[in-house]
């Protein structure tokens, strides 16, 4: 007798269990199961009763895990020392079908070890009502000891269908049936924000710094780092030792599933080696105060502790929400350039003296790229960049020509800023690819050209596959820029860490072997002259000890680099110099 049957992601389903028989309620018929669509199921996470206790003292340290399809979707946050645990949690989930079962593990939280495993439960979406909230008791269940009683779950669960998915989708096939060539893009973008979970924006974060953080150790310092938070999205920065005042410079996204936006959640912790992390404090940004296509500089205070954070945050709208706006830039409207030429006119040069200009770019697409999946194929974005403004396209999905139609406009701070477009792959699992990069200076920029660029390395020295089509406008205050030239640059908050390369490390080897050598040879020829080898060689030898140390004055020994650097300059005009040879043969 079978005790459990496989699902086919690899869960385990405790026996009795059966796909098609009803865990709760009567079955609804009125599910379309001919055209699915999406649906948003709203769960509730309530509270335990009568957990199991995994720990000595007799009690747990209970969190709840929710999967779907074999993903989790969703964690909540951990109650200590309670076996009765009241959460209090909401989560929103947009699923393709209700056919997939919602699955529930209650796990106790241990520290520095595993957590250990209380119960889990299953929950058949295709029993529940739709547009009707309903309280689900949940009883725990271990496949391994079916017969314990290791207590239940109370959820209040939600299901309806995502009608704003289907006006969404007939938007896009509206707003891009004015031109034929667009018509099959739209279908992809749809079937792409169908796999995402139709996520509206994206937020980019850059952690800049930390300023005055309450010290935790005994030495009066701290090892500071930050976890952030946003719905089940979640990224932890690095640790920064022994410091106050941290610099970390690091950059991340987070997916915007909800129009209104969110509350990131942040917390700032000190690591400490074999106990428990010190609290230092926390703070939240609200992203629904922020306006999006543009980015915020936030100093946020920490509560509970001291000392405060400094960010910088971009909100871009996904093509989900702003596809429809692709064919409408500032530029082509003639009463807006009218407008914007006007700002930035001969008789408003002391006007706002940090708005030196507008820089509109049109990222249209891009042309044999590399391919960085195992499939043979990419799943590209551009990111657009001009100083620390970060902007995002989205993503087209199994694709080496990808068409991106995407308008970004700037404000120029200083007319010598360089932009830069950079095309990633995106991989779920892990950090973007990077597949090249095009770096242009404002000042070079001819308006209203569309051009073709040549992707090169992240260091700009080579080329790399692909090609990337741009189309960019350059408007700007010729007095506000000369003024701003005189004032120190803008600082760039994030910055590509050095990594090691091998070829300058095996260049520097090259260089130091020969210097190496140059004083091992000199050591011989010296010590030659001592053992008069050569009674010519060693007598000039003498003679010329004799008349330095006679004639000797300081000003000689920078004479002598002189002659040095002399001697050289004469090899390189000679060709005899091999330096450049060697390099060009690495």
């Not at 599933?257 to 010190?278: C, L, M, P, S």
């Amino acid at each position: 007798m079978l005790d459990s049957c496989k699902l086919k992601t690899g869960e385990t389903l405790p026996f009795g269990y059966n796909k098609r028989t009803n865990t709760i309620g009567t079955s609804n018929a009125d599910f379309p199961l001919a055209d699915p669509g999406m649906y948003q199921l709203d769960i509730t996470l309530k509270r335990g009763q009568n957990l199991a206790a995994r720990d000595r003292g007799g009690s747990s340290d209970p969190y709840v895990k929710f999967k779907i399809g074999g993903k989790e979707v969703f964690r909540s946050k951990t109650i200590h020392k309670n076996l009765n645990p009241v959460w209090e949690e909401k989560i929103c989930i947009l699923i393709d079908h209700p056919r997939e079962p919602l699955y529930i593990k209650v796990f106790d939280y241990d520290f520095g070890l595993q957590d250990d495993f209380i119960g889990s439960a299953f929950l058949d979406l295709m029993s529940l009502e739709l547009n009707r909230s309903t309280d689900i008791n949940l009883t725990l269940k271990d496949p391994h000891y079916p017969d314990h009683d290791l207590g239940t779950i109370l959820l209040s669960v939600l299901l309806a269908p995502k009608e704003e998915q289907r006006e969404v989708t007939m938007l896009m096939r509206k707003s891009w049936k004015r031109s034929s060539k667009f018509q099959p893009q739209s279908l992809r973008l749809s079937d792409m924000h169908r796999k995402s979970q139709l996520w509206r924006g994206i937020v980019s974060i850059t952690l800049i710094e930390g300023c005055e953080l309450k010290a935790m150790d005994a030495n009066g310092l701290s090892d500071p780092y930050v976890k952030f938070r946003l719905g089940h999205q979640k990224y932890k920065s690095k640790i920064v030792p022994k410091t106050l005042n941290p610099q970390w410079r690091e950059q991340f996204d987070f997916h915007l599933y909800e129009e209104r936006g969110g509350i990131i959640d942040i917390t700032v912790w000190d690591k400490d080696a074999g106990k428990r992390d010190d609290f230092i404090g926390r703070c939240q940004v609200d992203l629904s105060t922020l306006s999006r296509e543009q980015t915020h500089k936030l100093e946020l205070q920490l509560v509970e502790g001291e000392g405060w954070l400094v960010l910088l945050v971009t909100l871009t709208a996904s093509a989900a929400v702003s596809i429809s706006d692709l064919s409408v830039n500032s530029l082509e409207d003639q009463k807006e350039r009218d407008e914007i030429l006007k700002r930035y006119n001969t008789m408003r040069m002391f006007h706002n003296m940090k708005d030196v200009g507008f820089l509109q770019v049109k990222v249209i697409r891009a042309e044999a790229l590399m391919a960085a999946d195992v499939t043979g194929k990419s799943d590209p974005f551009c990111v657009v960049e001009l100083n620390n403004d970060r902007l995002l396209t989205h993503t087209v999905y199994k694709n080496l020509n990808p068409e991106w139609n995407k308008v970004f406009t700037f404000n120029i701070k200083d007319i010598h800023s360089v932009l830069e477009v950079t095309v990633y792959d995106e991989d779920r699992d892990r950090s973007a690819d990077f597949l090249g990069k095009v770096a242009i200076p404002l000042l070079s920029i001819q308006n209203g050209e569309q051009k073709a660029y040549v992707l090169k390395n992240k260091q700009l020295t080579g080329p790399t596959k692909g090609v990337i089509y741009l189309e960019i406008d350059v408007i700007f205050n010729a007095v506000k820029a000369s003024i701003r030239t005189l004032m120190p640059k803008e600082q760039k908050y994030i910055e590509e860490e050095n990594r090691l390369s091998k070829q300058l490390l095996l260049r520097n080897f090259i260089r130091m072997k020969r210097c190496v050598m140059v004083l091992i040879n000199a050591a011989y020829y010296v010590n030659s002259c001592f053992d008069w080898d050569s009674p010519q060689r060693s007598l000039a030898a003498f003679v010329l000890f004799l008349f330095v140390v006679w004639n000797f004055e300081l000003y000689m020994i920078p004479l002598a680099l002189l002659l040095l650097l002399a001697w050289n300059y004469f090899l390189i005009l000679s060709g005899k110099d091999n330096t450049q040879h060697d390099t060009d043969c690495m």
